[in-house]
């Protein structure tokens, strides 16, 4: 019985301190900014986010034009100042290769 409970609370102890450290990771990827003067066209996703030294938020969209064999993707990436966003990018990938960037704006969706 002892030795369920010391389990028990070694498991509850593992799962407080990952997801501490899960939080932490994103409130200091959420603090730098996003220099886009540091990215290239043509870079691939993977290169533009080491070169940024950020995760993207999200995925914003995402198409497939199958008769030219094309795929567009549109990432976003966010500037914060604590719990307000100041900024935010679209970056334009096409077959996973930097075509273009713009501010967001929600007077339009991304174009794809």
Known sequence: MIKNIKLSVFV???????TSCSAYNLAVDRSKSVN??????????????????KKPDNIVATKNYPETNTMVQVVQYSEWN??????????????????KWETASREHQPWI
Do not use: C, H, R
């Not at 509850?12 to 990952?18: G, S």
């Not at 604590?82 to 075509?99: A, M, P, R």
């Open 82 to 99: 604590g719990d307000k966003k100041l900024e935010s990018y679209w970056l334009y990938f096409v077959n996973d290769k930097l075509d």
């Open 12 to 18: 509850l102890l593992a799962i407080i301190t990952f």
């Open 36 to 53: 886009l003067t540091s990215i290239k066209l043509g870079m691939s996703k993977e290169e533009v986010q080491a070169q940024l030294k």
